[in-house]
C-alpha cells in the first residue's frame, strides 16, 4: 500500500508542474490562453469578442483556420490583437498544408510571426516586407531552384536545398526578404520539412529563451521533435504581436493553422544577468555575429558551355605541359650520350 501510494504521489507531481533543464537553467511554463489559439475558435475574426483578428481570405471551420484555400493568388492571416510583453516564450503550431498539386505544382508557404507590425498585407507570406521582428517560414516552392533552371544552369551539392523548407529570419524595418532566393541572404539557419498532404499531424515549435532562438519540428508521426536551427545572440523587444500568414500564387494550397499555444517560460536568471538586461534594453531586433552565420555568397554553378571549355583548357593545359616535358627530356637524353663519346 506505502509503494502504491508513493508512485500516485510522484505521477501528481510530474502532471501538475512538468519542469525541464535548458542551457542548464530550470523552466516552468504556462500555457498563455489570451495568445493562444485552438477550438473552437469561439468568436475570432469579430470585433470584441476575440483576442485574435483575421485578415484576407482566411476563415474559420469547425476543424482549423484556413489562411488560404487551394487557389490561386489568394493571401490571408489571422493576428493578435494584443501585444506580448514576455521576456521568454514557446509557442508550438499544429499547421496542416495540402492541396491537389502534385510535387513542385504547390505553393507558396506560410508563416508564423512575432512583429511590431500586424495586419498588413504583402508580399513575404502574406506579410508585409521589410518588417520588424522574427518570421518563421514553411517555404513549399524553391523560386532560387527553378530561376536557374529556366537559365539552363545548375546547382553545386553545396547549394541544393530540399523543398519544402523551414528557414527563420529577423527583420529591423529595413531589411527585404529575398523572394527570388528563398531568403538565403537574410536566413538565420533552416532544414528541410516534408510537410505536404501527410495523414498525421504536423508541428512547429518555436522557443525564445534568454535571447536564443531554437526551432524545432515534428513531422514524422512519432510525436518527436527534430531539431531544426538554434541560434544565440538574437535579440526581440517585448511587445510585438505574433501572428500567422500564407499566400499562393500561380500555384496553390490549403494552409490551415489547426492552433497556436504560447506558453511563458520562467526561467531562473541570476541578480548579475537580471541587472545586465534592463541596461542593455532591447529596442530593435538583431542577431549578435549575424555575419558569422553566413557562408558566403551562393555559388550558382557553372553553365555546359563554361564546362566544357573548362575541360578543353584544361586538356590544353595538360598537352603543353607533356610537349614541354618530352622536349626537355629529349635535350637532357641528348646531352647525356654525348658525354659518352
Same mark, same amino acid.
Given at each position: 500500500?506505502?509503494?502504491?501510494?508513493?508512485?500516485?504521489?510522484?505521477?501528481?507531481?510530474?502532471?501538475?508542474?512538468?519542469?525541464?533543464?535548458?542551457? %542548464?537553467? #530550470? /523552466?516552468?511554463?504556462?500555457? !498563455?490562453?489570451?495568445?493562444?489559439?485552438? $477550438?473552437?475558435?469561439? +468568436?475570432? &475574426?469579430?470585433?470584441?469578442?476575440?483576442?485574435?483578428?483575421?485578415?484576407?481570405?482566411?476563415?474559420?471551420?469547425?476543424?482549423?483556420?484556413?489562411?488560404?484555400?487551394?487557389?490561386?493568388?489568394?493571401?490571408?492571416?489571422?493576428?493578435?490583437?494584443?501585444?506580448?510583453?514576455?521576456? %521568454?516564450? #514557446? /509557442?508550438?503550431?499544429?499547421? !496542416?498544408?495540402?492541396?491537389?498539386?502534385? $510535387?513542385?505544382?504547390? +505553393?507558396? &508557404?506560410?508563416?508564423?510571426?512575432?512583429?511590431?507590425?500586424?495586419?498588413?498585407?504583402?508580399?513575404?507570406?502574406?506579410?508585409?516586407?521589410?518588417?520588424?521582428?522574427?518570421?518563421?517560414?514553411?517555404?513549399?516552392?524553391?523560386?532560387?531552384?527553378?530561376?536557374?533552371?529556366?537559365?539552363?544552369?545548375?546547382?553545386?551539392?553545396?547549394?541544393?536545398?530540399?523543398?519544402?523548407?523551414?528557414?527563420?529570419?529577423? +527583420?529591423? &524595418?529595413?531589411?527585404?526578404?529575398?523572394?527570388?532566393?528563398?531568403?538565403?541572404?537574410?536566413?538565420?539557419?533552416?532544414?528541410?520539412?516534408?510537410?505536404?498532404?501527410?495523414?498525421?499531424?504536423?508541428?512547429?515549435?518555436?522557443?525564445?529563451?534568454?535571447?536564443?532562438?531554437?526551432?524545432?519540428?515534428?513531422?514524422?508521426?512519432?510525436?518527436?521533435?527534430?531539431?531544426?536551427?538554434?541560434?544565440?545572440?538574437?535579440?526581440?523587444?517585448?511587445?510585438?504581436?505574433?501572428?500567422?500568414?500564407?499566400?499562393?500564387?500561380?500555384?496553390?494550397?490549403?494552409?490551415?493553422?489547426?492552433?497556436?499555444?504560447?506558453?511563458?517560460?520562467?526561467?531562473?536568471?541570476?541578480?548579475?544577468?537580471?541587472?545586465?538586461?534592463?541596461?542593455?534594453?532591447?529596442?530593435?531586433?538583431?542577431?549578435?555575429?549575424?555575419?558569422?552565420?553566413?557562408?558566403?555568397?551562393?555559388?550558382?554553378?557553372?553553365?555546359?558551355?563554361?564546362?566544357?571549355?573548362?575541360?578543353?583548357?584544361?586538356?590544353?593545359?595538360?598537352?603543353?605541359?607533356?610537349?614541354?616535358?618530352?622536349?626537355?627530356?629529349?635535350?637532357?637524353?641528348?646531352?647525356?650520350?654525348?658525354?659518352?663519346?
Amino acid at each position: 500500500m506505502p509503494f502504491k501510494l508513493y508512485w500516485t504521489f510522484a505521477f501528481l507531481i510530474f502532471t501538475v508542474n512538468r519542469c525541464f533543464a535548458d542551457d %542548464d537553467h #530550470e /523552466m516552468e511554463e504556462f500555457l !498563455k490562453r489570451e495568445f493562444s489559439l485552438s $477550438k473552437p475558435y469561439q +468568436g475570432v &475574426g469579430s470585433l470584441g469578442s476575440s483576442h485574435w483578428e483575421l485578415m484576407g481570405d482566411a476563415m474559420v471551420t469547425t476543424e482549423q483556420v484556413r489562411l488560404t484555400p487551394d487557389m490561386q493568388s489568394r493571401q490571408g492571416a489571422v493576428w493578435s490583437r494584443i501585444p506580448c510583453h514576455l521576456k %521568454d516564450w #514557446e /509557442m508550438q503550431v499544429h499547421f !496542416k498544408i495540402h492541396g491537389q498539386g502534385k $510535387k513542385s505544382l504547390n +505553393g507558396d &508557404g506560410m508563416a508564423i510571426w512575432y512583429t511590431k507590425e500586424r495586419m498588413q498585407k504583402g508580399p513575404v507570406f502574406g506579410n508585409m516586407d521589410n518588417f520588424t521582428g522574427l518570421g518563421v517560414f514553411v517555404d513549399t516552392y524553391p523560386n532560387e531552384e527553378k530561376h536557374i533552371e529556366a537559365q539552363k544552369k545548375r546547382y553545386t551539392p553545396r547549394t541544393q536545398r530540399i523543398f519544402p523548407f523551414v528557414l527563420a529570419m529577423v +527583420g529591423n &524595418g529595413t531589411v527585404s526578404y529575398d523572394h527570388e532566393r528563398d531568403g538565403r541572404p537574410t536566413e538565420l539557419g533552416g532544414c528541410n520539412a516534408m510537410v505536404r498532404n501527410l495523414k498525421h499531424d504536423t508541428f512547429l515549435f518555436i522557443r525564445y529563451v534568454r535571447r536564443r532562438l531554437t526551432v524545432m519540428i515534428d513531422i514524422d508521426g512519432q510525436h518527436e521533435w527534430r531539431d531544426c536551427l538554434d541560434i544565440p545572440g538574437v535579440r526581440l523587444p517585448q511587445g510585438y504581436y505574433f501572428g500567422a500568414s500564407a499566400i499562393t500564387g500561380d500555384l496553390s494550397d490549403n494552409h490551415d493553422v489547426i492552433s497556436l499555444k504560447l506558453y511563458q517560460l520562467t526561467v531562473l536568471r541570476s541578480k548579475k544577468e537580471e541587472e545586465e538586461e534592463k541596461e542593455d534594453e532591447i529596442t530593435i531586433p538583431s542577431v549578435d555575429n549575424m555575419e558569422l552565420l553566413r557562408l558566403g555568397p551562393v555559388e550558382e554553378g557553372m553553365s555546359g558551355i563554361s564546362i566544357f571549355f573548362t575541360v578543353l583548357f584544361s586538356m590544353l593545359g595538360c598537352i603543353f605541359l607533356i610537349v614541354i616535358g618530352l622536349v626537355v627530356y629529349s635535350h637532357w637524353n641528348e646531352s647525356r650520350r654525348k658525354r659518352f663519346y
